[in-house]
C-alpha cells in the first residue's frame, strides 16, 4: 500500500493559511484536516474532551443545551497561565489522538494525493513527529495588520498583543522545512511558490 505522505501548514495570526489550503484542497485535491476545528468537535457531548472540561472549569460554562459555549469556557481559561495549560492539557493529548486516527482512515483508504494538517501551535505541539514536514506560511506585517483590520476588525495594538504569544520569524523559519510567502496582493504569486514547494519536495 503507498503511504501518503503529511504535510504541516503553520504561521502566525493573519498569515492567509485557509487561502493555502483551499488552493490545496482545489487544485490538488488534498485531505485538510484543521486542528481547530478537530478540538470544537472532541468539546461536543459525549465526545472524549467533554466530560473533562466539564469538570475542570465547570457547568456554567455550559450553554442551554448542554453544548460547551466555547466564549464562557475561554473567559474562564484565560484569566491565568495555569488555567490555559489545565485546558490545552485535556484538548490537546485528545486532539493528536484524534488526528492520528484519522491519518490512518486517509492512509488505508488510499485516495488522497497527500494529506495536510494546519493549525498555529503544530511547532508548539511537536507535529514534525507526525508530518512529513512543516511548511511556514509568512507574510509581511503591514499586510497583516492590514488584513487582520479587514477581515476581523482588528487594531494595531491587538494585532501585536497577539503576536507577542507566537513564535517569531525566525523561530517559524528555522524550524519548518519550506515557506511561503503570502504577501504578495497577488494570488499567483503564493500559488506559484506552492507549487514549486510540491513538486521539490516530492509531494507531488
Known amino acids: ?14 498569515a492567509g493559511k485557509s487561502t493555502v489550503l483551499a488552493y490545496l484542497k482545489e487544485k490538488y485535491h488534498a ?9 470544537h ?17 465547570g457547568r456554567n460554562i455550559l450553554a442551554p443545551d448542554g453544548t460547551i459555549d466555547r466564549r464562557k469556557l475561554y ?9 490555559v495549560k489545565r485546558l490545552n492539557g485535556i484538548v490537546h493529548p485528545q486532539v493528536k489522538e484524534y488526528v492520528k486516527g484519522w491519518i490512518a482512515k486517509k492512509q ?20 514534525e513527529t507526525i508530518c512529513d514536514e512543516i511548511w511556514y ?12 483590520a479587514s477581515s476581523r476588525g482588528y487594531t494595531a495594538e ?20 519550506f515557506t511561503v510567502d503570502n504577501s504578495s496582493d497577488f494570488l499567483e504569486n503564493t500559488y506559484e511558490q506552492i507549487d514549486k514547494g510540491l513538486k521539490e519536495h516530492e509531494f507531488v
Open 108 to 127: 488505508a483508504e488510499g485516495s488522497a494525493p497527500f494529506l495536510v494538517l494546519e493549525a498555529a501551535l503544530l511547532l508548539d505541539d511537536h507535529y
Open 137 to 148: 506560511i509568512f507574510v509581511n506585517d503591514a499586510v497583516r495588520a492590514q488584513r487582520l
Open 31 to 39: 485531505e485538510v484536516l484543521q486542528l481547530d476545528e478537530a478540538a
Open 158 to 177: 491587538k494585532t501585536a498583543q497577539i503576536l507577542k504569544n507566537q513564535k517569531s520569524e525566525e523561530q517559524f523559519r528555522a524550524a519548518c522545512q
Open 41 to 57: 468537535r472532541l468539546m461536543e457531548p459525549g465526545e472524549r474532551c467533554y466530560d473533562k472540561i466539564v469538570a475542570a472549569f
Open 75 to 83: 473567559q474562564k481559561a484565560f484569566v491565568s497561565e495555569e488555567q
Open 1 to 14: 500500500m503507498r503511504r501518503i505522505k503529511v504535510l504541516g501548514i503553520t504561521g502566525g495570526v493573519g
